[in-house]
């Protein structure tokens, strides 16, 4: 793991200003080079909830790692999830395998796991891997962690893909699903978009930032419902699911085998 840069740097959150200047053409969202520099402040000041969930997905983990087990993070960007894995599961022969698709996240990713292992001992072992999840072969797992990833997969593959994981999962085992939600109640759904707008105002996001982010991930990002989740799960094995957690219209769910 040569050459990666000090801890300083490692760990220095740059201020999201991607949509801050009126473009012409807001063109789709990607997970490229700009966006992975400001993407710890972009998260948290998007995702109402966020810090919540991703230290809370380590904690559920540790009710759910076997020993000599993966534990995944599907869709890892930069490694948060990773992180609060490896800080909460104290399991033996347990291995973190973090995985995207983005060259530029993964190259991070692996920058931010290297700052966390000079900053605590005894960790468990983290792999970081760059694929697209869709073509991935899984190892036996205890934990899988799709952390606001199914949301971007097409929608004809993201039966495929929670099919797989249900039958890499051991008995006993968990998928930790978060995702943003659309309601079928119009008026519900009007209630929680309008609040989530308010949230990013309220994070210093202007009108224009909004719209264009707007614009710039509507073609890319399709959530579901909770009831097209839960079928969805249900289709693919999975015997129960627990909603744990939501914050106006994000959500964090425990799917059991």
Known sequence: MAGFPSRKRAVKQIPDRLYASPQGQVADFVFNEAVVRVFPDMIKRSVPGYPTIVENIGVIAGQFAQPNSALYDL?????????????????????????????????????????????????????VLEANICQLALRPASVVALNFTLQFIPHAQRLDLLTRIRQALLPGGALILSEKLRFADAEEHELLTDLHVAFKRANGYSELEIAQKRSAIENVMKPDSLGEHRERLAAAGFSKVIPWFQCLNFASLIALP
């Not at 692996?110 to 292992?117: G, T, V």
Request: with cysteine; aromatic share 4%.
């Open 75 to 127: 869709g890892c960007s930069l490694g948060a999830v990773s992180q609060a894995l490896r800080r909460h599961v104290q399991i033996e022969g347990c291995r973190v395998i973090a995985v995207d698709n983005s060259p530029a996240m993964v190259e991070r990713c692996r920058e931010y796991l290297h700052a966390q292992d000079s900053m605590f001992q005894e960790l468990l072992p983290v792999e």
